[in-house]
């Protein structure tokens, strides 16, 4: 147990490494003085030391690994805009992507297209080569083109991702030349040559999409498997299917011990078994779950070979600093988190879970049938549940999506994989040695795929299958598994040591209940459902909400209270953000209206508006970080999925705008504007943001117009819809981009 202590230190000591951004030197001094410490120190002290020492070693390991971007390296070469030839070698597994292949390219030398010189480089590349180009590890190559950073986008930063594995340089659309070839490990070359063998025979005995989720499981080449598959086993959380983790590692233990264990006895079994899993590991690219897999079964089976139990918890712990030691950025990855996340579920809760399981089946069932029956249930539900429990927080932090089905989903296409991974893999095998006997078991095989894809696809579409959360706080995640681990230390203490805990009334726990189901259910409401809304409020106003959750609001009438009130019930609960606010009228009194606490992305006002902001209200909206944008015709917002919204008009400091999303053309227009004469005759609707004059409204020809005050017409007047706020409350317009549907707070005539 001390081990595992030990290192949830060490971890914690590269994450601390991140932020202090000392010298290395510093950081082992820090380390040598808790050791000292340790060494002198006694109880408590002595132990004091010991984490001190752990928690600066980690962060020391962390800068020593930062690289030198000296003049030798090829980042050094980044953004210059110029043609330059790359020199080095293929050291990975090329990536073959639809529209490029990917080449990690270990660099040796450089030389600009305008010089005639070399000169001697280190460092990594990614190297994008044409499509149709054939690359092998340990192919030498001459790649041309421009280096370049790696970029960062609004919601994940590529240049984080490529430098968790040592590669600060891209070159896109490159022009590459193999030169000379197996230069590279003869290990690791026949072994990647194999790979590439199996990853053409599934291709040559299986139909897609069949064949990709194969290539997936069995080789960790996921690149085959379409955006549609891969998002259906997102909002189902079972794409711990597809990865390569301990489950494959597992069965090619299991086969490997049984077959090998008969003939050379269990201890030599359990040697050829580790041999296999590390040659496994290779062979299918070593990524960060399948080394963290990899090294808990050695280490299992290295017990197994001393005739000694392994510690769970311990071995968890000595695979998490082994792969730390050896490259620290792997606590950034993604896929170690939640692989280590979910083994510590698995070695927290499995065995109490099925415990609870024998004695819940126990009170319908005798105790032996439901030990029996244990077994099934804990490997396919129970332990699933186990490592969810630990999985979930990181999920919502990373993926900002919580699945509803994966309770079901899980259950339903655990069970197919064990033959899917067993018969798919003797397909392969026997198709690499005789193509019509691979041919001959893949149709044995089939079934299993077919059915894990068919099963998951039908579960992604049901109603509400995964909630969109929106941006998860890192200070949220270290909340919620503060709670998890203080109600699992709590449940672990005897029960004369636990702390006493108010017992809840009966009423009290219904309440608790009925409001978590509100709050639930609140929150399944408000999730951005991949449709345009605009809804126009009886004081003015109208809120935008894009297909991807972001909401801007135009206008706000003249009543800041009624605008408040408006806003708090159309926002979803506890979403407290505008990411854009803007006036289109000469007045500025919708400011008001905005509630106390909500920010403010950016503020679109007209130079007039400006002029007449006072100054404090400035310095407040942009000490709050809110950016003032000065309204100038021609500038658009993008809203995402192909919508946007132009400021088209500033007649009279008033501001007209239209918004487009597929065939769908809405004009938003103050109560004072003049008609739209170019663009009228093409609109599927207006919203007058204030009352409308006559002449605007007669012989009016759109789907919809929709008017925040009273209706001036007649509704035989026009051969528009017309909809007025004052009649029929709120006015709620949503598109997809081909149709239109329209939502009021109450009927009307």
Not at 535 to 546: M, Q, Y
Request: net charge neutral; proline share 5%.
């Amino acid at each position: 147990m001390r081990l595992f202590w030990v290192g949830l230190i060490w971890l914690a000591g590269i994450a601390l490494g991140r932020f202090l951004n000392l010298p290395a030197g510093s950081l082992l001094i820090a380390s040598g003085l808790g050791l000292l410490l340790a060494v002198v120190g006694e109880n408590r002290l002595r132990w004091l030391g010991v984490g001190v020492a752990v928690l600066f070693l980690g962060a020391w390991r962390l800068a020593v690994a930062v690289p030198e971007f000296d003049p030798s390296h090829v980042s050094a070469h980044n953004d210059t805009f110029q043609i330059v030839t790359l020199i080095g070698l293929v050291t990975d597994f090329p990536d073959v992507r639809d529209e490029y292949i990917g080449l990690r390219v270990a660099s040796d030398s450089l030389r600009y297209s305008d010089s005639g010189g070399t000169q001697e480089i280190t460092g990594n590349v990614l190297v994008r080569a044409d499509r149709f180009g054939s690359f092998a590890y340990g192919d030498r190559v001459e790649a041309l083109g421009i280096l370049e950073t790696p970029p960062e986008f609004q919601d994940f930063s590529y240049r984080d991702y490529l430098a968790r594995q040592d590669i600060f340089s891209l070159m896109s659309n490159a022009s590459v030349t193999t030169v000379a070839t197996r230069e590279g490990n003869p290990v690791v070359h026949i072994l990647f040559s194999i790979r590439q063998r199996a990853l053409e025979t599934l291709y040559l005995i299986f139909p897609d999409p069949e064949a990709s989720l194969l290539a997936g499981i069995l080789l960790g080449i996921e690149s085959g498997i379409s955006s549609e598959v891969r998002q259906a086993f997102n909002d189902t959380s079972t794409t711990h299917i597809i990865a390569i983790s301990g489950f494959n590692i597992t069965i090619l233990a299991a086969l490997v011990i049984s077959l090998a264990g008969r003939t050379l006895g269990m201890r030599r079994g359990s040697i050829v078994a580790a041999v296999a899993i590390a040659l496994y590991t290779i062979l299918v690219g070593a990524d960060a779950s399948v080394v963290r897999a990899a090294l808990m079964g050695g280490l299992a089976l290295t017990a197994r070979f001393l005739g000694r139990a392994t510690l769970a918890l311990a071995s968890l712990s000595a695979t998490a600093i082994v792969m730390t030691i050896a490259s620290p950025y792997v606590l950034w990855d993604v896929g170690f988190q939640l692989s280590f996340a979910a083994t510590l579920g698995l070695v927290l809760y499995a065995e109490p879970i099925k415990e609870w399981f024998v004695r819940f089946a126990s009170r319908w069932i005798q105790t032996k049938q439901a030990v029996r029956l244990s077994g099934p249930v804990g490997e396919f539900i129970l332990f699933t549940f186990a490592a969810q429990i630990t999985t979930l927080p990181l999920m919502a932090y990373h993926f900002q999506r919580l699945s509803l089905v994966s309770f079901i989903a899980n259950p339903i296409v655990l069970p197919a994989q064990p033959p899917l991974m067993i018969l798919g893999g003797m397909a392969m095998l026997a198709g690499m040695i005789w193509l019509p006997l691979g041919q001959l078991m893949a149709w044995l095989a089939w079934p299993f795929p077919a059915f894990t894809i068919r099963a998951v696809d039908l579960l992604a579409k049901v109603p509400t299958a995964a909630i969109d959360l929106g941006p998860v706080s890192f200070p949220a995640l270290i909340a919620m598994y503060a709670l998890l681990f203080g109600v699992t230390i709590w449940a672990m203490l005897p029960r004369e040591r636990r702390p006493a805990l108010p017992a809840p009334s009966l009423l009290a726990t219904a309440v608790a209940l009925l409001v978590v189901a509100f709050l639930t259910w609140k929150a399944v409401a408000d999730r951005p459902d991949g449709r345009l809304h605009l809804t126009t409020f009886e004081s003015g106003g109208t809120l935008i909400e894009t297909a991807e959750g972001r909401f801007i609001l135009i206008g706000g009438g003249d009543s800041a209270t009624a605008l408040s009130n408006s806003l708090g019930r159309k926002l979803p609960l506890f979403h407290r953000r505008l990411d854009w606010l803007v006036l289109p009228d000469r007045q500025i009194s919708g400011l008001a209206g905005v509630p106390a606490g909500i920010e403010i992305g950016a503020l679109m006002l007209t130079a007039d508006q400006l002029d007449r902001v006072p100054a404090a209200l400035i310095q407040a909206l942009q000490a709050g970080g809110t950016e003032l944008i000065r309204a100038q015709r021609g500038m658009a917002l993008e809203l995402g999925d192909g919508a946007r919204l132009e400021l088209i008009g500033d007649e009279k400091g008033d501001l007209t705008f239209l918004l487009t999303s597929g065939r769908a053309r809405i004009a938003l227009l103050p109560r004072t504007q003049s008609p739209l004469a170019p663009i009228r005759s093409a609109l599927t609707g207006i919203i007058f943001s204030g009352g409308s004059s006559v002449s605007l409204l007669q012989d009016l020809d759109v789907t919809v117009a929709v008017i925040a005050g009273s209706n001036p017409l007649p509704f035989s007047s026009a051969r528009a819809n017309l909809l007025a706020t004052e009649d029929r409350g709120w006015i709620e317009l949503v598109t997809d981009g081909e149709q239109l549907w329209v939502w009021t707070q109450r009927s009307g005539p």
